[in-house]
């Protein structure tokens, strides 16, 4: 992707025309359920299945997207999720935290859906 301050405008229209990526947590019984879902989708493509290498896919380039795209995520089954996986927290807080792309994530957004 161009950087903002060399073409703004091709940024904005990434931005405009995400990469819809679908999460469905909704059969999940465990934290591998939960990492498996996410190397589904997402590609870790030999990153570990861990909250820095989650934060390194959903940055674009790792995995599904490029770092020319942008990402919207949908995700589904946060309850289930939330029930067996004690890492759901914190996997939660990374997927929020990349919509501020305060390290340069690409997820322009994301839906949460039960």
Known sequence: MADAEEDPEAVARARANPVTIKLDFSNVGSNDDMWDEIDRKLG?????????ALTDVLRGGFGHFTVDEYAKLVVYGRNAAAAHCDRWPKVVEVINESLDGEYGEQVA????CD
């Open 44 to 52: 870790f493509k030999g990153f570990g299945r861990n909250l820095s």
């Open 109 to 112: 957004a994301v839906e949460w």
